[in-house]
């Protein structure tokens, strides 16, 4: 069973700062099928990054995704007051159950 | 452009069924897989199910076989879930959400607003 953990579960930032989330993956995990969403209280979740490094259609550069096999960070360069949310990693499979991370809450300090 | 529009959630008494649907528009709905996700108050994103583009397959979670049935009418544009047996651990918002399969690539590129299944006696 694949499991997907996220850390920190929460990341007391400024704005302006640098955030740096991660996901572990067990076992590992091809990079192609690893996603990242953004989601906001009373919204849908936005797609950020696909193919672990592949930014969406419209996701500003200060974001970024790295990794492979087991270990895969998504990193915002400078945060902005918008992107204060909770984040997920997510693995897409196409022939069992998917999975999520736990999710890692980025909130303002 | 694309629009997921979930209804059909409310408050509903333990063991019994409710029916949720999510209307596709601004996209070619028979071609896309497409997936439920729902999340628990205070929890984070579980998937729930998938169904093909065509209807052909399905999967779903272990913690909602048997109990739950995903279906979908591309006649309609419509995707369900028909929800029975439910429980206090199924209160959640539920959301529809878009497979996409590019290349290698796979993800869900857009997600509906959700509905709320509120599960009380």
């Known amino acids: 069973e694949l499991v997907l953990t996220q850390s920190p579960g929460t990341l007391s930032l400024s704005p302006g700062e640098r955030a740096t989330l991660s996901c572990r993956a067990s076992?590992?995990?091809?990079?192609?099928?690893l996603v990242w969403y953004q989601h906001k209280p009373g919204q849908a979740p936005r797609l950020l990054i696909y193919?672990?490094?592949s930014r969406a259609t419209g996701i500003p550069d200060r974001f970024s995704g790295s990794g492979s096999g087991t270990d895969f960070t998504l990193t915002i360069s400078r945060l902005e007051p918008e992107d204060f949310a909770v984040y997920y990693c997510h693995h897409y499979d196409t022939s069992r159950p998917h999975t999520f991370g736990g999710g890692t809450k980025v909130e303002i300090k | 452009q694309v629009h997921l529009v979930e209804s059909g959630g409310g408050v509903v008494q333990p063991g019994r069924s409710l029916r949720l649907s999510c209307a596709a528009s601004?996209?070619?709905?028979?071609?896309?897989?497409m997936h439920w996700v729902r999340q628990a108050p205070g929890k984070g994103l579980e998937w729930v199910a998938v169904i093909w583009y065509d209807g052909s397959i399905e999967y779903y979670a272990d913690s909602v076989k048997g109990r739950f049935t995903i279906s979908r009418d591309n006649s309609r544009n419509t995707l369900f879930l028909q929800l029975n047996s439910l429980s206090a651990e199924d209160m959640a918002v539920y959301y529809c959400?878009?497979?996409?399969?590019?290349?290698?690539?796979?993800?869900?590129?857009?997600w509906g607003q959700g509905t709320l299944v509120t599960v009380s006696s």
């Open positions: 193919g672990a490094s």
């Open positions: 601004g996209f070619t709905f028979s071609s896309y897989g």
């Open positions: 076992p590992s995990i091809s990079s192609s099928h």
């Open positions: 959400a878009r497979g996409v399969w590019f290349g290698e690539f796979r993800y869900f590129d857009y």
